[in-house]
């Protein structure tokens, strides 16, 4: 009785032992040497971080349109990145008045721009905007001098909007006109409320 106690007691002391090696095999060595810490943590110190790239900024502009059977105009707002290719070689005022050209109608809001209407240059004067436009602005404008008025005001209400610019001056093929269709657009003008619907 006390042999097979005392066999049981040794089965039990060999098979600790076994799992205790076998633990001690599966630990990793602990490093103890300091210099060789250091060595990685400085190589880790001289990675480059990955930082983000820097956004572009954003540029906010409004474009004026008419309203269809009122005589109001009424703003709408958009944005370009800074980097945008439409930017290039080209003044934000320029940018802003070939948008405006370009833009559709948007609901009730319609573009009152002549068809075919192109800017040939659009250059600054101290505060003053001067905007030259090809003579389709002329030779298609339709409606009375009410019309023209207010097409007039969608253009320079879209650029004294801008920081910086406080008048607005246009051209046709680098003249100025006196009458269109009983309106005189000759003048440098200032930010136009009397057809803003919050006057």
Not at 51 to 60: G, Q, R, S
């Amino acid at each position: 009785m006390i042999k097979k106690v005392i066999c049981v007691i040794l089965v039990l002391m060999l098979a600790l032992s076994f799992v205790a090696c076998d633990r001690k095999d599966q630990e990793e060595p602990i490093n103890t040497d300091p210099s060789d810490t250091q060595t990685k943590v400085d190589q880790n110190d001289d990675e480059p971080a990955d930082e983000p790239a820097d956004e572009p900024a954003e540029i906010y502009y409004v474009l004026y349109l008419r309203h269809r059977n009122l005589p109001f105009i009424f703003e709408n707002t958009f944005r370009v990145k800074e980097d945008d290719p439409r930017l290039k070689n080209k003044s934000i005022e320029h940018f802003v008045v070939e948008q405006l050209i370009e833009q559709e109608d948007v609901d009730e809001l319609i573009n009152p721009i002549p068809d075919g209407t192109e800017v040939l240059y659009v250059e600054r004067e101290g505060s003053t905007v001067i905007v030259n436009l090809s003579e389709e602005f002329i030779r298609n404008m339709r409606g009375n001098a009410e019309f023209v008025e207010i097409t007039v005001a969608t253009i320079v209400n879209s650029l004294v909007i801008l920081p910086e610019n406080e008048r607005v001056r246009i051209l046709v093929d680098g003249h100025s006109i006196a009458n269109l269709r009983g309106a005189d657009i000759s003048e440098d003008f200032e930010f136009i409320v009397k057809f803003t619907a919050d006057k």
